[in-house]
């Protein structure tokens, strides 16, 4: 829209032939909101439109207006679906205006919403899964940029943790082209809920086998840039368990024995990154595999590093180990540990005490050393356990 300031809709003779309504707050409002002026009125007439139920162009350009001023407008947003619709307006034009706000509302969930409803209709699923794609995937990194992510902290391979011991360097003088050149508005938002629900939407919804094609690999691919991303491994775990059973993926628990190596391999490269472990924990439940069939993997990232690190010479492909320089003992392997303890316990082990003793034990030390802020919900589960050994 032009930067100059909008006619006011009282002095444009198009809309001539409508009395806007006002809001009715009668002045008895508590707390007011203060609409700006342009917004009110607006507003007022749009209230106007309604009532009358017009659908037309006028009407699109007022919705537009609003809805860039308050993007999050429901019933604006729905209202001018219907105009589209009623009045045959080209949807392909709609769909490139609001690829131009996308960048400026990329966490707004209505503008999410009109582009699925635009989508039903327009039914150009590879375009859109190739635009989704661009919004997620990280920018390259501009070069004139490096100098000031130096000086942020650094995740190491090995650690996948920050490293905020080492003190900030000196900061730079910029140059003439960095302090010339302002930072865009990415559009650009890599674990974006609303980005990744759509996508979730437009594979399920058009749901073609070319679709679904190359998702495990874009994931991949996300998780290679950021192994933390939470929101790519919940679309992985939609993609191989949510969404049906794709061609090649008939064996069930070739793909159980497929994903949870691929956790075990993030894992060991990040030891720390819950995001995995919830992975892990989401495969062996929803494939019904028993916890205990982890032990040997997850014993060696509930004891200190050197320990852990021990016995190099005996290498297990099944069963990586942590990476060098992995922060151990990790809090969420040792609650791990902890739960296959107790289901070896409620499965009847003849050393089910024995193995609740040891529940316990690590419970404890998440409580007093290793988890500390959640000592209440660690003294839960000691409980809990305590009372299981007792009705033994």
Known sequence: MSDKAPVSYSARPDWGDVTPIPQADDGKVLAPILYSQEYKEAMDYFRAILQKEEYSERVLGLTEHIIRMNPAHYSVWQYRYRTLIKINSPLDKELELINSMMAQNLKTYQIWHHRRLLQTHLREPYTELAFITKSLRPDPVDPEDDDEDESEDEETPETGVCDNTKPPPTPKTPTSTQAKKPRAKSSVDTKNYHTWAYRQWLLAEFNSPELWAGELEFVDEMLRHDIRNNSAWHHRFFVTFDSGIREGEEDRQAVARREIDYAKDKISYVPNNASAW??????????????????????????????????????????????????LPCALAIELLADIYLEKAAGGDGAAADCLKKADDLFTSLATEHDTIRRKYWDYRRNKAKKQLADQ
């Open 278 to 327: 919830n992975y892990l924990r989401g495969v062996l439940r929803t494939t019904q595999t028993p916890f205990e069939e982890l032990e040997a993997f997850v014993i060696p990232y509930t004891l200190p590093a050197a320990s852990a690190l021990k016995s190099e010479e005996t290498i297990d492909l099944e069963n990586p180990r942590p990476s060098p320089g992995a922060q």
